[in-house]
């Protein structure tokens, strides 16, 4: 397992911007898919979008598509997730999560086997 450690979530009014950032050490290689989650209060933990560490094929949930970018920066072994055009509904804590395998189009967090502790985005309406 690796871990990871998540910042960059705050409040921001509806239509702004935020970035998460993903830190992950330990042993890690082009091989991990690495992905965001969220979890809003009352709700089940919901897909956001994937990222494979190799090549960088991308993955997103319906609901953020054309306004969240996934990336990552291996020299720096950190993912970050650009959201543009906030939206109350976006409130949630935010989870980074990491696989040791290579899988595309799936939103699944049952295959991630490492999670970090989570950041809060508030969007206020």
């Known amino acids: 397992q690796v871990q990871l450690v998540e910042s960059g979530g705050g409040l921001v009014q509806a239509g702004g911007s935020l970035r998460l950032s993903c830190a992950a050490s330990?042993?890690?290689?082009?091989?991990?898919?690495m992905g965001w989650f969220r979890q809003a209060p009352g709700k089940e933990r919901e897909f956001v979008a994937t990222i494979t560490w190799g090549d960088g094929r991308t993955y997103y949930a319906d609901s953020v598509k054309g306004r969240f970018t996934i990336s990552r920066d291996n020299a720096k072994n950190t993912v970050y997730l650009q959201m543009n055009n906030l939206k109350p509904e976006d409130t949630a804590v935010y989870y980074c999560a990491a696989s040791p395998y290579t899988f595309y189009n799936t939103d699944s967090p049952t295959r991630y086997n490492s999670w970090g502790q989570g950041t809060q985005v508030t969007v206020s309406s």
């Open positions: 330990g042993r890690t290689s082009r091989s991990y898919t």
